[in-house]
């Protein structure tokens, strides 16, 4: 009885399952990049047709080390008051005049209710900012040099679609700060 040993060379092996996945990963970049209806689609649905430029308190925070706990968080938005207004920029950018935008502002605490301020651009030019004002927030807590979750807060501003207005697309950003009544 004789037996037949096949001998694979391992460098042979390894260069055609090299050339197996350049060939897939090819193929794949093909229909990714160079297919016109899909790169069209893809960058409608991906492209918000406002963008939230710039969110700031007033009054103004103070960017300080904070320390609880025996750990440091460095650099972090402050605010010592009870009441702040929110003031916030969008932008256009796209290529049409956008009306009648639904925003909304929403403030929240780990363990406690939210607080939501609502709000309406009624017109932005392409590539137009317009700064609204959310007034009266109330704090939702203080740290107290003590508990850093009742002192962190979370600031979301969300874009909501308005199809007849021109906005498709939602769009949010946030932003973080603590309150802290006993940082001196």
Known sequence: MVRRVYVINRRILGLVGLAVVLAAAGVVAW????????????????????????????????VRDLTYEGIVFPMNQ??????????????NSSDKVLKEIPVQVVLSVEGKTPLTRSGKI?????????TLNF????????????????GLHQLQVKVLPNPAGGVEL???QAMMFFVDSKVK
């Not at 689609?41 to 308190?57: D, G, K």
């Not at 007034?135 to 009742?150: C, H, T």
Request: glycine letters at 8%; proline letters at 5%.
């Open 78 to 91: 402050l605010f010592k008051g009870k009441e702040f207004t929110a003031v916030v920029s969008f932008k």
């Open 135 to 150: 007034a009266k927030f109330s704090v939702l807590g203080d740290a107290k040099g003590k508990d850093v979750k009742a």
């Open 170 to 172: 939602a769009n949010e």
């Open 31 to 62: 229909q990714l990049l160079w297919s016109g209806k899909n790169q069209a689609a893809f960058s409608q649905r991906n492209t918000p047709e406002i963008t939230v430029s710039s969110i700031a308190l007033e009054p103004k925070t103070v």
């Open 122 to 130: 009624k017109e932005i030019p392409p590539g137009g900012v317009v």
